[in-house]
């Protein structure tokens, strides 16, 4: 009877750490927050906006990894004294297709800036290459009651909420079927 129950303890120790590596497995090619140290590796100290190299904000940037070499990043630029200021406020990197509004928007670096219509609870998001300023696409931020804190920019993982936030403002982004 004691060895029995032996066997059975260790059987179900073996199942429990099985299933623990297949989860951490799962979680390691989940798409998920990106570190620090990823950002800094991927975020340049001055962004490529079509002529222009301008300085980013680092303590703003943002991203996701799929943990197999794919990021969706972004930060904040400094914009004063460029021609980019008033137009374009944020520097924007995908190595995936990524959905948003009605744009695809292909693997590269984009631009992004928005307007706000006087007293409207929605915020104007355009898109825009970054080699050459050419639009890409236009989508809605809507103030987001559940935002906890106010973010200068983050880009949330699939799972938690697939949304771009802006402030108080997000809009949803998705990636492409064979990225998820």
Known sequence: MRRTSLRLLTALALLCAGLSCLAQSTKAT??????EEELRSLIPARAPAI?????TEFRTASGITDG???FVAGVVMITAGYSAEGKY???????VPLHIGQATLAPGNYLFGWTRAQG?????????YAVNGNPVGDVDAHRDLSASRVESFRIWPPADKSVIQIGRFTFPYGLSATDK
Request: charged share 20%; proline share 0%.
């Open 30 to 35: 989940a798409w998920h927050a990106a570190t």
């Open 51 to 55: 002529s222009e190299r301008i300085e």
């Open 68 to 70: 197999k070499g794919h």
């Open 89 to 95: 406020s944020h520097f924007f990197i995908t190595q």
């Open 120 to 128: 409207s609870d929605v915020l104007k998001v355009h898109f825009y």
